[in-house]
């Protein structure tokens, strides 16, 4: 019988939930620069939030592109900038 190690929530791992992440479409959209760039300025730590990777993946927290934006994103806008 093999034990397998039993992983926290993803959620939890965090602090935060996954539907409060953005795209990088997004915060393409929002600092007005292509999703390539958003994500080389995004390895080299130089946007103005973090980056987080999940499995193949990159999200960013919502909270700190409202902040820095200093405006909320409309829920409608974010939506449709993901689905594309």
Known sequence: MVLLHKRAPL???LGFA???M?????VA???GISQQNVYK???KD???FKMHKFGRAYRFKRTDV???TGRPLVDEEVNA???Q
Do not use: C, K, N, Y
């Open 11 to 13: 959620t939890t791992q």
């Open 18 to 20: 996954m539907s409060h």
């Open 22 to 26: 953005v795209t990088a479409a997004v």
């Open 29 to 31: 959209d929002v600092l």
């Open 41 to 43: 300025l995004g390895r």
């Open 46 to 48: 130089e946007l103005p």
């Open 66 to 68: 409202e902040e820095f």
């Open 81 to 83: 900038l993901e689905a």
